[in-house]
T-cell receptor
């Protein structure tokens, strides 16, 4: 079992819709969770961090964390074509808390 | 302020040559990380530096890979006797302290012919 799992996609949504990106992780001791956006040919850009169960909102982005279910998600409201990118979920490891374990990413396509 | 910078942005080399990649972290960031990203894949942790502590080299794939960091500034990743399998984008990140948010540089795309 992969440590951090994401559906590779592509997830295709129409402009203006809500895009929902999901991530599960295997290390029950993980405490820090991050979402990065990566445009093709570019480096990852941090979008959200979340450390506590529940929701965290920042503009059009909402991160949701459920540690009991080992599940973290990212919602993008009012999706724009410029949101089309690969979204990487990253989770810290329990034994080396500074070390991020990345999922392979979900490719999001927002159709105009 | 300035973000993480990396050089060169692209490097093409012949199999068997040595290469050196450079990373300048965000000023004041004590933690520095190197990752590798192969085409179409996720990021693979290579090495971590935190201040003057011993680095965590557990992700280095072979003894051909080594890295250094001078204090809390520049880091270099060296790959000796490069192989075609080393072709990837090498990403550097830094964070204010360990366990906090990591910010990535633009990466160095390495191609081994």
């Amino acid at each position: 079992q992969k440590e951090v799992e994401q559906n590779s996609g592509p997830l295709s949504v129409p402009e203006g819709a809500i895009a929902s990106l999901n991530c599960t992780y295997s290390d029950r001791g993980s405490q820090s969770f991050f979402w990065y956006r990566q445009y093709s040919g570019k480096s990852p850009e941090l979008i959200m961090s979340i450390y506590s169960n529940g929701d965290k909102e920042d503009g059009r982005f909402t991160a949701q964390l459920n540690k009991a279910s080992q599940y973290v998600s990212l919602l993008i409201r009012d999706s724009q074509p410029s949101d089309s990118a690969t979204y990487l979920c990253a989770v810290n490891g329990m034994d080396s808390s500074y070390k991020l374990i990345f999922g392979s990413g979900t490719r999001l396509l927002v159709r105009p | 302020g300035a973000g993480v910078s990396q050089s060169p942005s692209n490097k093409v080399t012949e199999k068997g040559k040595d290469v050196e990649l450079r990373c300048d972290p965000i000023s004041g960031h004590t933690a520095l990380y190197w990752y590798r990203q192969r085409l179409g894949q996720g990021l693979e942790f290579l090495i971590y530096f935190q201040g003057n502590s011993a680095p965590d080299k557990s992700g280095l794939p072979s003894d051909r890979f080594s890295a250094e960091r001078t204090g809390e500034s520049v880091s270099t990743l060296t790959i000796q006797r490069t192989q075609q399998e080393d072709s990837a984008v090498y990403l550097c990140a830094s964070s204010l302290e360990a366990e906090l948010e990591q910010f990535f540089g633009p990466g160095t795309r390495l191609t081994v012919l």
